[in-house]
């Protein structure tokens, strides 16, 4: 049964919709580059655009299990702030080793996921209700730990955790920890029976009750990797930029959902191939930086992607409704 779920689910997102991703994404940078090659095609440029994809495709992947679980987190992006400034915390020179900022960071991160998980499955609490919940509090907990300032002041060695480069090239560090994870997480959904069973209780919990997973389980097991995840981007957040700031991660929520929703995700669960979150967190990052160039405002960028997410949202309905 599950993997007659899991193959129905994965049938939806169609071929079509995903070459009609790639074919935007080519779009996209065929424009840029006719409109503005200097400063597109410039090395520093498509640099920071890996960056960017890096850290929301991070919190994309996260997002990916919440979502094909039939569920949202809206926490991720205060999650971030907190976890990083956290990390800053014990991250100045000459105080503690290295990996103890980065525990923290991630330890904060899979706190609020296990908070926002146990909320859902043994709570019965929605989804959204309590990620709301949990992202107004853990922003407001940013801002008291760090006293509503960046915290600043962090080692050498904390800095170069995501600020260097594959040696010998100008690839980003950052991308390879984003591949990692990418890989990682599409080797559990497609390979492991943890992953169908995502795909399972996304398309029908009440199939996945009779057949015998545990479904609380697996909720809260979804979640706390979306907290892991984001405590993860956090730290790396805050070695980029030198700070753990209590306003970091605003508006990455968003970011992430709509990296997942336009990669071909489904939004109510149980649909969608992981490699689609790849295609969706470039896309993103390729048009915001393409909006930077053309000096559109950060307002009309938030109205461009709020219509992005409905238009994906739009065509996952019409499909899923074709498909029944």
């Given amino acids: 049964m599950n ?3 899991e193959g129905k689910g994965l049938r939806l997102s169609g071929s079509f919709r995903e070459f009609g991703i ?18 597109f095609a410039r090395p520093a440029n498509l640099i920071g655009i890996v960056k960017q994809a890096s850290i929301n495709g991070i919190l994309a992947c996260g997002m990916m299990f919440v979502i094909l679980s039939d569920g949202i987190d809206l926490s991720v992006g205060s999650t971030v702030a907190l ?34 998980g146990i909320g859902v499955a043994y709570g019965s609490i929605p989804p959204f209700i309590i990620t709301l919940a949990t992202m107004t ?18 080692s050498d060695a904390f800095k170069g955790i995501a600020s260097g480069f594959i040696p010998g090239t100008i690839i980003p560090i950052l991308a390879v920890y984003f591949l990692i994870i990418i890989l990682a997480s599409g080797f559990i959904l497609t390979k492991t029976v943890f992953g169908r069973r995502i795909y399972t209780i996304g398309g029908n919990d009440v199939a996945a009750k009779v057949s015998g997973i545990n479904v609380k389980r697996m909720r809260l097991s979804v979640y706390a990797i979306s907290g892991t995840l984001a405590g993860i981007a956090g730290v790396l957040l805050a070695s980029r930029t030198i700070s753990g700031a209590p306003t970091a991660g605003q508006g990455y929520e968003l970011d992430a959902i709509a990296a997942v929703i336009i990669g071909g995700i489904s939004m109510s669960g149980g649909a ?9 967190a470039l896309l993103l990052a390729v048009l915001a930086n393409g909006l930077d160039i053309l000096n559109v405002s950060s307002n009309y960028q938030m109205v461009i992607k709020g219509a992005i997410i409905a238009i994906a949202v739009l065509v996952d309905i019409r499909g899923k409704a074709r498909n029944e």
């Fill in 83 to 116: 976890s990083g400034v956290m990390a800053a915390h014990f991250a100045h020179p000459d105080t503690y080793p290295l990996i103890v900022p980065i525990v923290i960071g991630i330890l904060v991160g899979v706190a609020v996921g296990l908070l926002n």
């Fill in 272 to 280: 969608g191939k992981w490699y689609g979150t790849l295609i969706g």
């Fill in 3 to 5: 993997e007659r779920l």
């Fill in 22 to 39: 790639l074919i935007a994404f080519a779009a996209i940078v065929v424009v840029l580059m006719i409109i503005s090659p200097d400063a």
């Fill in 137 to 154: 509090a853990v922003r407001g907990i940013a801002l008291i730990a760090s006293g509503g300032s960046p915290v600043y002041g962090l």
